[in-house]
């Protein structure tokens, strides 16, 4: 349950990396709000997942779901690069998330 609990801290992460753009350095309420709200949420869930999870492993993990996320979304809304070594070093921060699932004994 704690490994749910975690992904889905990251995807508030990748909430709030994505809001920070819309909030124009925080000047604009509602997203500012939003974004605010998915920092404490993702927080949150983060120290709940920590309460069973290593903390190395769920901190790197969060934080990888939260890049992964963030720059494929950065891609498709904002258009960045999706050229080939961006994709591949997304690729090797997945394969680093799902190592650190399989070598964690929880």
Known sequence: ?????LVLAGLFEIAWAIGLKYTD?????????GTISAMVISVGMLGVAMKTLPVGTAYAVWVGVGAVGTAILGILLFDESANFGRVIS????I???VGLKLATPT
Not at 25 to 33: A, K
């Open 25 to 33: 350095g925080f000047t604009r309420v509602w997203p500012t709000i």
């Open 1 to 5: 349950m704690n490994w749910l609990i």
């Open 95 to 97: 394969a680093g998330i």
């Open 90 to 93: 997304l690729l090797l921060i």
